[in-house]
Each structure stands twice: as structure tokens, then as C-alpha cells.
């Protein structure tokens, strides 16, 4: 079983990422600079960049076109990338269940209940 990788900095995890577009890249490093980060790691699967935050019980994570675990000042715990597959619509209609936490990483579960990032 593979484990997760960790990095000296965003910066160093953020090159494993070459093909995000340059203004997320910009955005991460606003959302983030005031952080006291304690470590900074992708799971197995390299699916996301996970930041583990002094004081806080959940991890920031930060994938191509969102960073959760940061507060938009509306009240949202995460914020859309200028670069995101995001958009308003019916297209994902039944799809958005709400998903329970993973208990380790707070991504939101599959309905078998194992978390891919963590297990």
C-alpha cells in the first residue's frame, strides 16, 4: 500500500501539478499566505494537495479548481479557483447527495464509506 507524500512547502507540492493553470496557482498562494501550515502532502493518488493547519481540526484541501477548508467571507469553507469545471446548472442533478466526512481528511465519501484519499 502506497503512502502519502509529503513537501516541504505549497510550492514544492504545487510542481507535481505543472499543468494547473498559472492563475490558480496565484489565487492558492493568496488563500494560503496567511496560514500557520504544519505540513503539506498528497494522499496516495495525488488527487489534492492537503494542508495541515496549526489549530484547526480539518485539513485545507486544494485540488485544480477549488481550495476547501478556507473561508469565501459569504459564510462558504471553500473557494472556486479562476479555472474551475464548476458551473450553475441541472447537469450534475441527482448527483449532489450530501456525502458524509471522511473522519481523517474531511472529503466527502463515496456511499461504500472508504475513503479513497485515506485508505
Not at 486544494?62 to 473561508?71: K, L, N, R, T, Y
Request: charged share 20%; proline share 8%; glycine share 10%.
Amino acid at each position: 500500500m502506497s503512502t502519502r507524500q509529503t513537501y516541504s512547502s505549497i510550492d514544492s507540492a504545487l510542481s507535481t501539478f505543472p499543468w494547473w493553470p498559472k492563475a490558480n496557482l496565484e489565487r492558492i498562494h493568496e488563500l494560503t499566505s496567511g496560514l500557520s501550515i504544519t505540513e503539506v502532502y498528497t494522499p496516495p493518488r495525488r488527487s489534492y494537495i492537503g494542508l495541515v493547519v496549526e489549530g484547526a481540526t480539518r485539513i485545507v484541501s486544494i485540488s485544480s479548481g477549488f481550495v476547501a477548508g478556507v473561508q469565501d467571507g459569504r459564510g462558504n469553507n471553500w473557494v472556486a479557483l479562476p479555472v474551475n469545471a464548476l458551473r450553475d446548472g441541472d447537469a450534475a442533478k441527482g448527483r449532489d447527495q450530501p456525502m458524509d466526512p471522511c473522519p481523517i481528511c474531511s472529503i466527502g465519501l463515496p456511499k461504500s464509506g472508504l475513503c479513497g484519499n485515506c485508505f
